[in-house]
């Protein structure tokens, strides 16, 4: 049985300067991403390619969809094994490599997922969760570079 989920955004540009694309420096690369039901998304290029830094970039929201992807997969895991998370942080990087043609792609991301459980005496099990949470993370499963993880583990004490 294959399980589709569908998903939705609408994406509108609101960078014309009342020029439109004249010159690659002329427009803004501001916009709005949004979904039915949810606050909007300022977005922007990075500042490199002449963006808003106030604003989310492509490359930030990418990186947030893998950190966010794995925190959610890890607490279903840790759920199911009976492990008690009450803290979670990630302190994640990734970096991207730009080609000669204007392009480029990441080359890869590291994950630091910083978990604190209840209980100490659950701590290599705790640990050992990470690894089907990255198996089990759709959006690590949908890209083509490599994605690291460096977790630590605290306990209540």
């Known amino acids: 049985m294959k399980l589709e989920h569908r998903y939705a955004v609408d994406l509108q540009w609101t960078g014309n300067r009342g020029t439109g694309t004249s010159g690659y420096k002329d427009y803004g690369r501001d916009h709005t991403v949004s979904a039915e039901g949810k606050h909007p998304v300022e977005g922007s290029a990075d500042r490199t390619f002449f ?60 994950l630091r997922p910083r978990v604190t459980i209840a209980d100490p005496a659950q701590a290599e ?17 949908s890209v083509n570079f490599p994605v690291g993880h460096e977790p630590e583990l605290l306990t209540l004490v």
């Open 51 to 110: 963006g808003d830094r106030d604003r989310w970039n492509p490359e930030e929201l990418l990186l947030a969809a893998l950190a966010q992807c794995h925190m959610l997969s890890y607490l279903a895991e840790a759920a199911r094994a009976g492990v008690v998370v009450v803290g979670y942080t990630d302190a994640a990087t990734g970096v991207m490599e730009q080609t000669s043609n204007g392009g480029g792609h990441f080359t890869g991301v590291t």
């Open 125 to 141: 099990l705790a640990m050992s969760l990470h690894h089907p949470a990255a198996e089990k993370c759709f959006i690590a499963a």
